[in-house]
Nanobody, 124 residues
Framework: QVAPVESGGGLVQDGGSLLLSCVFS????????VGWFRQASGKEHEFVAG????????YYVDSVQGRFTISRDNVKNTVYLQMNSLKPADTAIYYC?????????????????WGHGTQVTVSS
C-alpha cells in the first residue's frame, strides 16, 4: 500500500470554502475506512472526520459538524473533505489516513497509512 496523496489546501478567507482530496493506490482502499486529521502549529494531531468502507457511515467531531462533509469515490480511489464556513481556528495541516478496521462509528485512532498533508490557512 502506497501512502495516500492529499491536495486542495490553500489560503482562504474567514467564511470561505475548500475541497480537499485524498487519492489512494492499491486494492485495499475499497475495504478500508478513511479519516481526515489536522495538526495546527504547536498542537497535537486532531481527528476531524471519518468515513467507513460503507460510505453511508460517517463520523464528525463537534467542531466541524455541519460545516465539513466527508465523502468517497471508490471508482477513483479518492476521499474528499468539503470544508465550508471555514474559520481561522481551522488553520492546520490536514492529513488523510486509512485503517482497514475502521467503521466510522467512532473517531479513528490507529491509522495504518498516512498521507503527507496539505496546508489549509484561513485568514481573518
Amino acid at each position: 500500500q502506497v501512502a495516500p496523496v492529499e491536495s486542495g489546501g490553500g489560503l482562504v478567507q474567514d467564511g470561505g470554502s475548500l475541497l480537499l482530496s485524498c487519492v489512494f493506490s492499491g486494492r485495499a482502499f475499497r475495504s478500508s475506512g478513511v479519516g481526515w486529521f489536522r495538526q495546527a502549529s504547536g498542537k497535537e494531531h486532531e481527528f476531524v472526520a471519518g468515513i467507513g468502507w460503507n460510505p453511508d457511515i460517517k463520523y464528525y467531531v463537534d467542531s466541524v459538524q455541519g460545516r465539513f462533509t466527508i465523502s468517497r469515490d471508490n471508482v477513483k480511489n479518492t476521499v474528499y473533505l468539503q470544508m465550508n464556513s471555514l474559520k481561522p481556528a481551522d488553520t492546520a495541516i490536514y492529513y488523510c489516513a486509512a485503517d482497514e478496521q475502521y467503521s466510522a462509528l467512532y473517531p479513528m485512532s490507529r491509522p495504518n497509512y498516512w498521507g503527507h498533508g496539505t496546508q489549509v490557512t484561513v485568514s481573518s
